[in-house]
């Protein structure tokens, strides 16, 4: 059984998390959590399991390791296509992870810019991984004009647009809901303005996988 | 015909270039070269291209713009599936996938800390896209620090497998590649013990692909 190392309150599992329960895989996939607050990651034992001491990662049947949240997806969709998540030809394959790429790198980046460089729990753990990256207070500030941006081209997208990526929810909607509750769990909510990224999320956050 | 906006002399374009050449597309797409030092992407002619003011970006013939490299390759691998780059099986598109990401986010990405953040032409241009953000200096020293990490985790890769993503020459090649070489133009040399990575560098940087 494909094993999926996960911790609940941590928003960059949660992107597979999601992914696994739109695929209807919550009870095919054994779910371990791992204590990132009490440093499991850093343990002899997970790092055997994925020396670049992250989660989410998937542990497959035959030992392999698969780290960082879009090889996991990508990985599940080539192994479960159905439903598809990351785009049902060419184009939508292209655009969704255009979409995909954008949220990721401006929203959820943006978030982990405000949280890793101000958190006093984060000192030395500026970036994921074994290596201790010092806090750079400046990149908190840079994090929230992002999620502005971020909030900013979503809104004009979801104008023209039901869902993120495509004509069909994919995962270029998952990683902008972890970036916009990431967002929300450090006080920076949607703006009132944005009434077609507020329709959007009401619609995405009503879905039972945005609450496994 | 589908339009590749390309710089000739930048690496994160040279991601996309690279996969076109391996995919034997180079006289099947018409590649448009965008003038990013003379502010070409700022253009109100480039932005109804490509709102984000980023190269790379493919426009379709219907008019669809995908930008963002890793979604450039993700349509034409799915648009045009030979020679296979992305993996020909789901476990190889995850672990394509996993690689290609780390190499993107620690040593992509660490080498655009470092250009943008210390290069007195890039001032306000700490991050790409049409929003200004402020050099943060300390990014600089982070940036090198990671690239440090990239060097290390790829050495220790390339000992057991022959390229970076799977027994096959793939998208983790090429993004590993970029990264390598942007560090080398910052004067960040592989170091002299990491043989493993230094016969990968030769071997790849010897194909025709890596000369585009």
């Not at 094993?3 to 992914?19: E, G, L, M, N, W």
């Not at 941006?149 to 990526?165: M, N």
């Not at 944005?194 to 329709?199: F, I, M, P």
């Given at each position: 059984m494909i094993?999926?190392?996960?911790?609940?309150?941590?928003?960059?599992?949660?992107?597979?998390?999601?992914?696994i329960a739109e695929k209807g895989l919550l009870d095919k996939i054994e779910i371990v959590q791992v204590d990132l607050r009490g440093g499991q990651h850093f343990t002899p034992e997970f790092a055997r399991i994925n020396p670049h001491c992250t989660v989410p990662a998937l542990e497959l049947d035959d030992g392999t390791c698969i780290s960082e949240s879009i090889a996991c997806c990508r990985y599940l969709e080539a192994a479960f296509p159905e439903p598809p998540l990351m785009g049902r030809n060419a184009k939508e394959a292209g655009v969704i992870a255009m979409w995909e790429h954008r949220c990721e790198w401006d929203g959820f980046i943006g978030g982990a810019e405000m949280l890793r460089n101000t958190a006093p729990g984060m000192k030395d753990r500026g970036l994921t991984g074994p290596i201790s990256f010092e806090q750079i207070p400046a990149l908190a500030e840079r994090g929230r004009k992002r999620i502005a941006?971020?909030?900013?081209?979503?809104?004009?997208?979801?104008?023209?647009?039901?869902?993120?990526?495509?004509d069909?929810?994919?995962?270029?909607?998952?990683?902008?809901?972890?970036?916009?509750?990431?967002?929300?769990?450090?006080?920076?909510?949607?703006?009132?303005?944005?009434?077609?990224?507020?329709?959007?999320?009401?619609?995405?956050?009503?879905?039972p996988s945005s609450k496994v």
């Open positions: 094993k999926f190392y996960d911790c609940q309150p941590a928003p960059s599992p949660r992107r597979v998390r999601i992914f941006w971020v909030h900013d081209f979503l809104d004009k997208r979801l104008a023209e647009s039901e869902f993120v990526g495509a069909i929810y994919s995962v270029a909607d998952i990683t902008a809901l972890i970036a916009i509750d990431f967002a929300k769990r450090q006080k920076i909510a949607i703006p009132e303005s944005h009434k077609n990224l507020q329709r959007w999320c009401d619609q995405i956050s009503a879905r």
